[in-house]
């Protein structure tokens, strides 16, 4: 069996359950319906992307780091934004113009996203999945706020942050302006991903987290710069 599809010590418990639930779909549809609502400030177009990626990276990461099985992350990210790009095309969003750039920005972001929590499962055996949830906490507040005041935060932030990367990618499909523009984002997933894995299966040797910090820096750095 792979080293990436042993459980964690303490399993698939019931609060971890939950917050997957709340944060990876609850949340994520209830923000849909309001941006959905004809008071809404923003068009549904433009709030759909970020609330996808928000809600793929709950689900995906929180899943598998809470039963420390990747594929178990990667289902749950995938069957979460089927579910959440359905609600939102009940509601008002036009019809995908770029269905490619969407399907593969949505399945590397589930890699990346469901990679890093099977590392937190491994890493922190039984309370990886605490790790996660204050991961996608703090990036979806990040995320959120640049959606709300587009000019509260500085480029470079989000730059560094792959809820971000994942918006980006999602959002070019949204608009779209095609996998051309979304190129960067999707290398910074899929690169940050592939260096996660490493980690993870050399576990626990260290010296793969120099690879996985060198590569997320380079990668930020990337997306900075085609920004």
Same mark, same amino acid.
């Given at each position: 069996? =792979?080293?990436? =599809?042993? !459980?964690?010590?303490? &399993?698939?418990?019931?609060p971890?359950?939950?917050?997957?639930?709340?944060i990876?779909?609850v949340?994520?549809?209830? %923000?849909i319906l309001?941006?959905?609502h004809e008071?809404?400030?923003? !068009?549904?177009?433009s709030?759909v992307?970020?609330?996808?990626?928000i &809600?793929l990276?709950?689900?995906g990461?929180? $899943? $598998?780091a809470a039963t420390?099985?990747?594929?178990i992350? @990667?289902f749950l990210a995938?069957?979460t934004?089927v579910a959440?790009?359905?609600? %939102?095309q009940?509601v008002?969003?036009?019809?995908?113009p770029?269905?490619?750039t969407f399907?593969?920005?949505?399945?590397?972001?589930?890699?990346?996203? %469901? %990679?890093r929590?099977a590392?937190?499962?491994?890493?922190? !055996?039984?309370?990886?999945?605490?790790? $996660?949830?204050?991961?996608?906490a703090?990036?979806?507040a990040?995320?959120?706020t640049a959606?709300?005041?587009?000019?509260a935060l500085?480029?470079?932030?989000?730059a560094?942050l !792959? $809820?971000?990367w994942?918006?980006?990618?999602?959002?070019?499909a949204?608009?779209g302006?095609?996998?051309?523009a979304?190129?960067a984002?999707?290398?910074?997933?899929?690169?940050t &991903?592939?260096?996660?894995?490493?980690?993870a299966?050399l576990?626990?040797?260290?010296w793969? *987290?120099? @690879?996985?910090f060198?590569?997320?820096?380079?990668?930020?750095a990337?997306? *900075? *710069?085609?920004?």
């Amino acid at each position: 069996m =792979s080293s990436l =599809s042993k !459980p964690a010590p303490l &399993g698939w418990s019931a609060p971890a359950w939950a917050c997957v639930v709340l944060i990876g779909i609850v949340a994520p549809a209830a %923000a849909i319906l309001l941006v959905s609502h004809e008071a809404s400030p923003l !068009p549904v177009a433009s709030g759909v992307g970020p609330i996808i990626a928000i &809600g793929l990276m709950g689900s995906g990461m929180i $899943a $598998a780091a809470a039963t420390g099985r990747f594929a178990i992350g @990667v289902f749950l990210a995938l069957a979460t934004v089927v579910a959440l790009l359905l609600l %939102a095309q009940t509601v008002g969003l036009p019809q995908l113009p770029n269905l490619l750039t969407f399907g593969l920005a949505v399945f590397v972001a589930s890699i990346s996203f %469901a %990679a890093r929590g099977a590392l937190f499962a491994k890493s922190t !055996p039984g309370k990886g999945w605490w790790i $996660a949830v204050f991961v996608v906490a703090g990036e979806a507040a990040i995320v959120l706020t640049a959606l709300a005041q587009p000019d509260a935060l500085p480029d470079w932030l989000l730059a560094l942050l !792959p $809820a971000q990367w994942a918006n980006m990618a999602i959002q070019a499909a949204f608009t779209g302006i095609g996998m051309f523009a979304a190129w960067a984002a999707l290398l910074a997933l899929g690169g940050t &991903g592939a260096a996660t894995l490493l980690v993870a299966r050399l576990w626990p040797s260290r010296w793969p *987290y120099l @690879v996985m910090f060198t590569t997320w820096l380079g990668m930020s750095a990337l997306v *900075y *710069y085609q920004s």
